[in-house]
């Protein structure tokens, strides 16, 4: 059976200053989605995580073009939709829930009327059972007293609340897939909790699938079952979250992994020298070399190409951390 | 401790609300609501809680940028709100601040030489040149080349922004740096850059830390003691790898809980709050966190919690260990 999502060696680019300057944002980024799982795309800011979630829904601000690949959704080309079929897509088939609730509700609407919007024009849903839907999707992200609640405006409601308010609008037009760009990075850590947790219920009695971008790992390990990781506009690594986690292979996906504090282990952290590359300016070879420890000469003259080592996922690199991982773990 | 270079004692800042210009102000919010802590010589204190619970007050408090409403801030045995004017601008110096957004904490019209100069000019009589030679100092002890004095802050990325604050907060023989949120801001493979320098400038300069942040397990990793605040109050004080073995307090627990697993295979126990933080215009009665509290007896919405020792150098606010 065809994945619900195949996007293949899809290639986004932010053109600039007449031409002249190119930045690759996504360059060649593969990965495919199944009905119901739960994909996360992890990377560090400016790597190209949000314009690969903005090119799949054709969402690119003007001066960014999608130069090349496919994103099948359902067998269907994505790439070569018009505006007008991506809105009948967009809401329908594939939802989004944007990072920043304070900026995602519109101020001036109230919490019914926005809720309500995607069942109206998607599903085609009018009067009582409109409202009768809308109450449901409310009740499903556990807001209180709905009946009351949808007459407020967004104001009214704490961050928490919007929040969940944005994942009712993102189920209400009954999609397959969502795309939730870090949904969480504005919220307090038990309000993230239980907003994580309501996602994995909502996923389970709908069967939706995710596409969850994210630079947190310890997302990651709550809430996914495989991971791409992405630098410099490329998925460097993708494998199970497992897998990832016991046998990190990209040098890149190792030392982030290092990188990150663990609760009540006091153990030097590893800082990845130097900084995240500028996307129009990469270095020659693999974008990662400068900071990789385990670079050889070739590294710096070809860029490696993605292999499976075993089956189990890829990696871009030439040199990637072998098995020997494995019994430490 | 008598040792201590920091000593905070019932500190408390309401803010009146609700008043109209002219008018009565119709409430008030208990923004730090009776806060004790101590910070030792060369030690880091973790200051834990979500949005809204009085850490960024608290830290104005220390820095004297706020009056409290009641209780003191004792510094090196000494009460500020006692200190003459060229007293408190020698405590001025003495304790400084790293904020959290390095890309607004730092003037970008003024060159980083300058930045960091600042306050040597303000609180200590140097020729230009010394001052030019501290300047230089400053800079290799944060990682950065001397040279980049002649440059501006937007030619710098958002760690070495950090690293020029951490620099300016240095500058005048700090005793005390405030981290108000110090990694925050900052990339995922940067952070760690961030927290392991300000662990070596510790060692070097025996520097104490008052760190401010909401990630756990990066309070924990830094600092050696660990205090949690909820709706202004200090709920559980302790060692900070104690307290990550075992937490005490039922709010400790949830921010444990909720903090995320490293790993997919980590299991603990789950505890999922229930509602969110109560408005700090009314909070409830008995112990504030007794609404969201899965372990809420009926005395807790009567009586208010005393901070108490539960084992040596284990302070916690909650009924269900203290004896009566």
Known sequence: MAP?????????????????????????????????????????????????????????????????????????????????????????????????????????????????????????????????????????????????????????????????????????????????????????????????????????????????????????????????????????????????????????????????????????????????????????????????????????????????????????????????????? | MDSSLLAVRDLRKHFPVGGSLFGKARGVVKAVDGVSFTIGSGETLGLVGESGCGKTTTSKLVLAAEEPTAGTIEFEGRNIADLSRADLQDYRAKVQVVFQDPYSSLSPRMRVGDIIAEPIKAHEALSAAEVRGRVSELLELVGLRPDAARLFPHEFSGGQRQRLAIARALSTRTRLVVLDEPVSALDVSIRAHIITLLEELQQRLGVSYLFIAHDLAAVAHVSQRTAVMYLGKLVEVGDSLELCAGPLHPYTKALFAASLPSHPDESREEIVLSGEVPSALSPPRGCSFHPRCPFAMPRCSEQEPRLLEASPGRRVACHLYSAS
């Open chain 1, 4 to 329: 619900l999502l195949r996007v293949s060696d899809l290639r986004a680019h932010y053109v600039g200053f007449g031409g002249t300057r190119v930045v690759k944002a996504v360059d060649g980024v593969s990965f495919s989605v199944e009905a119901g799982e739960t994909f996360g795309l992890v990377g560090e800011s400016g790597c190209g995580k949000t314009t690969t979630c903005h090119a799949i829904v054709r969402l690119l601000s003007p001066s960014g073009r999608i130069v090349g690949g496919r994103i099948e959704l359902e067998g269907e080309d994505l790439v070569k939709k018009s505006q007008a079929e991506m809105r009948r897509i967009r809401g329908r088939r594939i939802a989004t829930i944007p990072q920043d609730p304070m900026a995602s509700l519109d101020p001036l609407f109230s919490i019914y009327d926005q809720v309500a919007e995607p069942a109206y024009y998607h599903r085609s849903l009018r009067g009582r059972s409109l409202r009768q839907r809308v109450m449901e999707l409310l009740a499903a992200v556990r807001i209180p007293s709905p009946e009351r609640r949808m007459k407020d405006f967004p104001h009214q409601l704490s961050g928490g609340m919007r929040q969940r308010i944005v994942g009712a609008i993102a189920q209400a037009g009954g999609p397959r897939l969502i795309i939730a760009d870090e949904p969480t990075t504005n919220l307090d850590v038990t309000i993230q909790l239980q907003y994580l947790n309501l996602l994995k219920d909502l996923q389970r009695a709908t069967g939706v699938a995710l596409i969850f971008v994210t630079h947190n790992l310890g997302i990651v390990a709550k809430m996914c079952d495989r991971v791409g990781v992405m630098y410099a506009g490329k998925i460097v690594e993708m494998q199970s979250v497992r897998g990832l986690f016991y046998r990190a292979r990209h040098p890149y996906t190792k030392a982030l992994l290092d990188s990150i504090p663990k609760l009540g282990v006091r153990q030097p952290l590893y800082g990845i020298p130097g900084q995240p590359p500028d996307l129009s300016a990469l270095p020659a070879g693999c974008a990662f070399h400068p900071r990789c420890q385990r670079a050889i000469d070739r590294c710096r003259v070809e860029e490696p190409r993605q292999h499976s080592p075993n089956g189990d996922g890829h990696v871009r690199c030439w040199l990637p951390i072998e098995e020997e991982a494995a019994a430490r773990g």
